[in-house]
Nanobody
């Protein structure tokens, strides 16, 4: 089992920044990848960014490239999402997800999910 807890969401004006954190506990040594997804009201959950623990490869959705940065702190079993130049369309609940074996990182086929943290960007 891997337990994920997100934090760092909130209300910010357009152009502002937030940093989300995803703290993992449990069988963290067996992770393949950790990712961030988001879901806006009435929309499907969409991929934001992922990091593969072995090798550190990173993948971003086109909509966030150049604005968001995913990073990890292995010692603390934490993954971060630094979000800059936020736009109103970034408003959503942001979820952290972990896969313990290979997945196509842009899909939702992750084993474990956090409860989500709300990000609201005002115009």
């Amino acid at each position: 089992q891997v337990h994920l807890v997100e934090s760092g969401g909130g209300l910010v004006q357009a152009g502002g920044s937030l940093r989300l954190s995803c703290a993992a506990s449990g069988r963290t040594f067996s992770r393949y990848a950790t990712a961030w997804f988001r879901q806006a009201p009435g929309k499907e959950r969409e991929f934001v960014a992922a990091i593969i623990w072995s090798g550190g490869n990173i993948v971003y959705a086109d909509s966030v490239k150049g604005r968001f940065t995913i990073s990890r702190n292995g010692a603390e079993n934490t993954v971060y999402l630094q979000m800059n130049s936020l736009k109103p369309e970034d408003t959503a609940v942001y979820y952290c997800a972990a896969a313990t074996s290979w997945v196509k990182v842009t899909t939702t086929l992750y084993n474990y999910w956090g409860q989500g943290t709300q990000v609201t960007v005002s115009s």
